[in-house]
């Protein structure tokens, strides 16, 4: 445990924002988005990896991992850091990815998010929708928002997440965060029940599937703020995701539930700094006007681009044009940019005709 704990500390001290421990392989670090490997430790063993996995977990975790043959769990370094950590088979052994979650939970200044937060963050109700890739910093945002509101409304905020993350003080907010697997069986069954928990603010940590997905509109229809996340890279696919995963004869319903409950779409990545040192992050930004509903409502999502284009006087935003702020400011290299642009061919365009 003590080798493990001082990997743990050595991805804290490096800055990393992952660890992943393979069987067979050095220990590999994430910073600032590329994996390195630290040849410098012993190469991880398969006894190393059942004896510290199998300590971090209670009884019912090891049940649930030989049942699932993965699971996610959380470990924190007092005065340090807390980690999130998945642990899975591969090729027969045990493997983990271990995330850094920061102790202190960063406001919206704190990080220099885009302004527009603070306001969707006093939402009374309705829909918000964080979304990007795995690792592009939308827990960080969830976590800002809520904390935006903690320092600044009275609300009962209620968290539902696989594992728990950032770890909240209350302020003026009352915040209980639920974790899969040692508070509720899951997220569809904790957002089945919240609603009779009188929350004013529901996070979904993920929405995973349709029943998932259709608990949260329905939370969200019923007076809730609910924030929750999906894996999709801007505003327009989000929108189709989530009407997607219904089947046809229930599409038209989610369009109209989503129509009337959509507030905020916000869509993030994270490009390395031109410096080579450290990640900055882009945004797309939607937010619900009564076009942006019109749109969602008809199914004609193929408008949801020119509406956010338009929309800047909302505070809308597109992805490729925060990815041009980036570039001209001089804080990203050109060719990370349009890596991460929706419309690369767009982006090469306006860059050219500057």
Known sequence: MDEFVNLLKELV??????????????????IDGRLVRATEFDVITPEFMKETM???????????????????????IPGMSRFRINVFLQKGYIGAAIRQIPL????????????????????????????????????????????EMNNRVKRHIVTIEDPVEFVFEDKMCVIEQREIGVDTFSFSEALKRVVRQSPDVIMVGEMRDLETISRALTAAEMGALVLATLHTT?????????VDV???????????????????????????LATGKGRIAAFEILIGTPAIKNAIREGKVDQIYNLIQSGGRHGM???????????????????????????????EASIARM
């Open 13 to 30: 001290k490096r800055g990393g924002s992952d660890l992943h421990l393979k069987v067979e392989e050095p220990p590999i670090f994430r």
């Open 54 to 76: 199998f300590s971090l977990m209670t009884e019912k975790q090891v049940e649930r991992f030989k049942r699932d043959l993965e699971l996610d769990l959380s470990y924190e």
């Open 104 to 147: 202190k939970v960063k406001t919206i200044d704190d990080w220099g998010l885009p302004p527009q937060l603070k306001d969707i963050a006093m939402y009374n109700r309705g829909f918000v929708l964080v979304t990007g890739p795995t690792g592009s910093g939308k827990s960080t945002t969830l976590a800002a928002m809520i904390e």
């Open 234 to 242: 801007d505003a327009a696919q989000t929108v189709d995701r989530v």
């Open 246 to 272: 219904f089947p046809p004869e229930q599409q038209h319903q989610v369009r109209l539930q989503l129509s009337n409950t959509i507030r905020a779409v916000i869509s993030q990545t994270l490009l390395p």
């Open 317 to 347: 935003r597109l992805l490729d044009q925060s990815l041009k702020e980036l570039y001209l400011r001089g804080l990203v290299n050109y060719e990370d940019a349009l890596s991460k642009a929706s419309n690369p061919s767009d982006f």
